[in-house]
């Protein structure tokens, strides 16, 4: 399973590539809901290291766009994703520098690329609920993991709390949740 993972980050993304993004982001919920303990605590360090192309991963995934009808596509492949929310992965004390890079990293200039990916996929899963999916009660749950990820980055910013964007994108986030 790591293996293979790790042979993934290896790569460059190519453009268009779900089959790739969903395995990579898959394969690192896998690891981090796996018991080996030396995994998790390897995960952040990998995905921090320069050697591989992790970043270029999450820029492709942060700046894709759901097309009309392909809302439940990109909703899906969020969802693995979102492990950077979960408290395994934040707990990973012995590499809170690589977890505190990665959150920069995602986070951008004053926090603005995750409040635009954030705001994006909460906006997204209400229209997958309206494009009728019928997998309503995962897209429910996901979007509270994705509606508190992106809480926590606006809370995390200091320069958020001046954002004239801050009251609309804390407004959506919870009523997508």
Not at 52 to 63: A, D, F, P
Not at 142 to 156: D, Q, T
Not at 166 to 171: D, I, M, R, S, V
Request: proline share 4%; net charge negative; aromatic share 8%.
């Amino acid at each position: 399973m790591c293996d293979a993972w790790k042979r993934n980050i290896k790569n460059p993304p190519r453009p268009n590539d779900i089959d790739t993004i969903s395995t990579l982001w898959t394969g690192a919920l896998n690891i981090l809901n796996d018991d080996d303990r030396d995994w998790k605590q390897q995960l952040p360090r990998d995905l921090d290291s320069d050697e591989y192309h992790v970043r270029e991963h999450i820029g492709g995934l942060m700046n894709m766009k759901a097309h009309k009808g392909g809302c439940f596509t990109f909703v899906e492949l969020v969802q693995p994703f979102l492990f950077i929310t979960y408290q395994a992965f934040l707990n990973c004390l012995a590499v809170d520098t690589a977890v505190g890079n990665l959150y920069n990293y995602i986070g951008g200039s004053n926090g603005k690329s995750a409040n635009s990916f954030f705001q994006r996929v909460c906006m997204t899963s209400i229209d997958t609920q309206l494009e009728g999916d019928s997998s309503g009660s995962t897209v429910v749950l996901e979007r509270h993991n994705i509606c508190s990820a992106h809480v926590k980055n606006l809370n995390g910013k200091p320069r958020n709390h001046t954002s004239t964007q801050l009251p609309e994108h804390t407004q959506s986030a919870y009523r997508a949740s």
